[in-house]
């Protein structure tokens, strides 16, 4: 009979070999797992960054329209400003052209003398300040869009519809046109061109005959024509 010394238990030998290779396991096998983990971290920052890019492009685009926005506004905003300010003052000017009128009248008939030439220059350098243009003037061509004609005749030496006389002249402030200028036209005379174009013909017609009388004296120079 086998007696056991109590309080010790016999452990099989465990080489040194095999506690290494079952580190080295374990440490790749660590591995192994923390390398997926990586791997899924990346991908989810670059789908965080592309939806970053995402929403800074649609915030960029967003701000370039809104700027386009505010330069169209301020254009318009401007634009009408400058509408108003004209409208308004065409609405005031076109009361002072009677007067205006009446000081023209004047200075042609030599009456703008003393105190009323002062008065007078003052109020026409105060209307050219607003903006105040006079336009209309003997010989240019006859424009329906500016020019109201309230005469009309026929004289041999214009070649279109002209103004010959200025009964009144015409106001603008800038493009718009307050009153246009109220003149007398004259047209072409009626025929004045077919007779023009026939004395033309018969000019060339007698340069023509003076031509064929210095060849028929030519030939009887020479003997006369030869004969085919």
């Known amino acids: 009979m086998t007696e056991e ?25 660590d591995k192994a ?8 971290q990346d991908v989810a920052l670059q789908a965080q960054l592309d939806q970053v890019r995402t929403a800074l492009n649609e915030r960029t685009t967003d701000l ?8 169209n506004y301020r254009r318009r905003v401007e634009r009408d400003r400058v509408t108003v300010k004209e409208v308004a003052a065409a609405n005031l000017l ?5 007067v205006l009128d009446d000081i023209g009248r004047a200075r042609d008939h030599s009456e703008l003398v003393g105190g009323f030439k002062s008065v007078a220059e003052s109020l026409e350098t105060v209307v050219a300040k607003l903006g105040l243009q006079q336009f209309g003037k003997e010989g240019e061509p006859f424009d329906p869009t500016i020019h109201e004609a309230l005469m009309h005749s026929y ?12 009964l009144q002249p015409g106001y603008r402030i800038g493009e718009r046109t ?5 003149v007398a036209v004259a047209e072409p005379q ?16 007698a340069k023509g005959g003076k031509g ?4 028929k004296a030519a030939d009887k120079e020479n003997g006369g024509p030869e004969k085919g």
Do not use: H
Request: charged content about 25%; hydrophobic content about 35%.
């Open 155 to 166: 004289a041999p030496d214009v070649t279109e519809t002209t103004c010959v006389a200025i």
């Open 190 to 205: 009626p025929g004045a061109q077919g007779a023009k174009s026939s004395s033309e013909e018969e000019a060339k017609g």
């Open 5 to 29: 010394t109590p309080g010790f238990d016999e452990k099989p030998d465990v080489p040194s070999d095999a506690a290494s290779e079952d580190a080295a396991q374990a440490e790749s096998a």
């Open 64 to 71: 370039q329209r809104l700027q386009a926005e505010y330069q």
């Open 94 to 98: 076109s009361e002072v052209l009677p």
């Open 33 to 40: 797992g923390s390398a997926p983990a990586g791997d899924v």
């Open 212 to 215: 064929a009388k210095g060849a």
């Open 178 to 182: 307050i009153r246009p200028a109220r």
